[in-house]
T-cell receptor, first 111, second 116 residues
């Protein structure tokens, strides 16, 4: 079945550092890929998405590129802020299927 | 403003008691979902519904029940058969279409259930 794997957390960075959170997937079809963010005590919010190979999703300085050849969708940000501290979930959705979420990666940004 | 509301924000359950979590959406979405999130864990699918009066079990449906009598409402009941109900419960909705795989899933703010 479909699955999503994310890098183990927690990830701790200093403010203005470069962020990469790895995400790889297994899917039988041609899924759409998503990154969601969850702040403490809240629901998940869509951060960005890509619906086909080589698409780049971007939002609030975050970017991720849909790489079909490596089945990856790594999240990057050039300069993180304390306010980016949250849990980040990679997810996929395939045709006729429900969403599949990764286990989440907790990011802590120190001032 | 369109969105998903969940109530209550915190819910306490006594031993042997059934409790119901509310989820309402005004996004005109066909599909609705319930997830359970344990501390430091990802999301696990409890139940989902793609149309009114129809719903399907997810990965961890035992000890839970749902109904879908209206398009905008998808309440979740945590029954006394669920022996470890303490968790954060998230409701979500989306457009349902086999062809529109890029449609986003939108989430409510969550309900935290605690056992007394």
């Amino acid at each position: 079945g479909n699955s999503v794997t994310q890098m183990e957390g927690p990830v701790t960075l200093s403010e203005e550092a470069f962020l990469t959170i790895n995400c790889t997937y297994t899917a039988t079809g041609y899924p759409s890929l998503f990154w969601y963010v969850q702040y403490p005590g809240e629901g998940l919010q869509l951060l960005l998405k890509a619906t086909k190979a080589d698409d780049k999703g971007s939002n609030k300085g975050f970017e991720a590129t849909y790489r079909k050849e490596t089945t990856s969708f790594h999240l990057e940000k050039g300069s993180v802020q304390v306010s980016d501290s949250a849990v980040y979930f990679c997810a996929l959705r395939d045709y006729g299927q429900n969403f599949v979420f990764g286990p989440g990666t907790r990011l802590s940004v120190l001032p | 403003d369109g969105g998903i509301t969940q109530s209550p924000k915190y819910l306490f359950r006594k031993e042997g008691q059934n409790v119901t979590l509310s989820c309402e959406q005004n996004l005109n979405h066909d599909a609705m979902y319930w997830y359970r999130q344990d501390p430091g864990q990802g999301l696990r699918l409890i139940y989902y519904s793609q149309i009114v009066n129809d719903f399907q079990k997810g990965d961890i449906a035992e000890g839970y029940s749902v109904s879908r009598e209206k398009k905008e409402s998808f309440p979740l009941t945590v029954t006394s058969a669920q022996k470890n109900p303490t968790a954060f419960y998230l409701c979500a909705s989306s457009i349902y279409s086999h062809l529109r795989v890029g449609e986003t899933q939108y989430f409510g703010p969550g309900t935290r259930l605690l056992v007394l």
